[in-house]
């Protein structure tokens, strides 16, 4: 849609040419590397200190809860401002008066800079990352999602992709909601065929990874199927952005590129 058609040319791309005359981050292309869209300076840098000065005290807890640095955090919360500000300038409530982002602007970056397109796995993916009945996503969820996709450690990303797998909120991935999850990956492609290759995989699954043969999939059963093979970490879908995309958004924003 036009928002996500907009997302770096409107929002994030007058950001970051302040950004690096302030020194808060070190850009190595004179493009960005996500969208090809050369930089501008119109953000005004009375705007991005007022907004710092008045979150310092989230920064500071946040700099204890992500892992992110000071500096990367203000890099994070000021995307943040410029999506809220933007929704502003199309008629939204002012700053002071709005809760956080909303949920489709959240999804749609997800969509347009993480490269996370399936819908349905978006809404669980939305439902895992923020579990209150709000339809805002404050700066907290979105700092804190930011550190999980971009630094997180392997027990973190575990944990999140279960929750995002466990449709009923559990604390078990069952047989009929593994058939739902792998089925969207063939939402174009449903017929009598299709239906039985997912009831083939999941059978591989439950065989695979229901390590205690309850007929379904806990918490314990898919760490210790992950720890053993990494590579089922995302074996209903896809819970998280790529290296690829990781890797451009860390070198435009972060000061370091996680190593991979």
């Not at 347009?112 to 809404?123: C, E, K, W």
């Not at 009831?199 to 210790?224: N, Q």
């Amino acid at each position: 849609d036009a928002f996500a058609q907009l997302l770096f040319q409107v929002t994030l791309q007058p950001l970051l040419l302040p950004l690096v005359q302030l020194g808060r981050v070190q850009i190595l292309e004179q493009v960005l590397p996500l969208a090809g869209l050369v930089l501008d300076s119109t953000l005004d840098s009375g705007e991005e200190i007022r907004f710092l000065n008045k979150i310092s005290g989230t920064i500071r807890q946040l700099v204890r809860q992500t892992h992110f640095t000071t500096r990367e955090l203000e890099v994070v919360l000021l995307i943040y401002y410029k999506l809220l500000k933007e929704d502003d300038d199309n008629g939204g409530a002012r700053f002071s008066a709005r809760k956080g982002i909303t949920r489709h602007q959240f999804t749609t970056v997800f969509d347009t800079v993480f490269g996370m397109t399936d819908n349905a796995m978006l809404r669980r993916v939305m439902t895992a990352l923020d579990k209150g009945a709000s339809s805002y996503v404050t700066m907290e969820t979105w700092a804190k999602t930011m550190s999980l996709f971009l630094r997180g450690s392997f027990e973190e990303k575990m944990r999140y992709c279960f929750d995002v797998y466990d449709i009923q909120a559990e604390g078990m991935i069952r047989r009929d909601h593994m058939m739902l999850l792998l089925r969207s990956a063939f939402i174009k492609h449903v017929d009598e065929e299709v239906e039985e290759a997912v009831k083939d995989m999941v059978d591989i699954m439950l065989h695979k990874m229901d390590l205690d043969r309850d007929g379904a999939i806990s918490f314990e059963d898919y760490r210790e199927s992950v720890r053993r093979s990494p590579e089922l970490m995302e074996c209903f879908g896809q819970a998280l952005p790529d290296r690829g995309h990781i890797y451009a958004f860390s070198r435009t924003f972060l000061e370091r590129v996680r190593k991979f």
